[in-house]
Nanobody
Framework: QVQLVESGGGLVQPGGSLRLSCAASGFTFSSAAMSWYRQAPGKERELVASISVSGGITNYADSVKGRFTVSRDNAKNTVYLQMNSLKPEDTAVYYC???????WGQGTQVTVSS
């Protein structure tokens, strides 16, 4: 059974930080590129960051570049999203996704508010 389980979301003040984790199982994680998406209420789901199989290549949406960092630990079957300098507009449900396979996690809520 394929599973992508996100964790680490929560409530944080503007300027704060959170680290999201996505634990994968049921497929060969080490051969899969991975992505993070987010969806705010009433808005379309958008690509936030992506990372290559070995972690050597990363890409970011312009809105998060310089603030977010995506990484992975293939030995732990886990992909991470370190989010710094958070803004209210970062508030959304964040989803882990395996492109080329079509696997989605259930999402974790991130709320940035004072």
């Amino acid at each position: 059974q394929v599973q992508l389980v996100e964790s680490g979301g929560g409530l944080v003040q503007p300027g704060g930080s959170l680290r999201l984790s996505c634990a994968a199982s049921g497929f060969t994680f080490s051969s899969a590129a991975m992505s993070w998406y987010r969806q705010a209420p009433g808005k379309e789901r958008e690509l936030v960051a992506s990372i290559s199989v070995s972690g050597g290549i990363t890409n970011y949406a312009d809105s998060v570049k310089g603030r977010f960092t995506v990484s992975r630990d293939n030995a732990k079957n886990t992909v991470y999203l370190q989010m710094n300098s958070l803004k209210p507009e970062d508030t959304a449900v964040y989803y882990c996704y395996a492109p080329r396979r079509g696997y989605w996690g259930q999402g974790t809520q991130v709320t940035v508010s004072s």
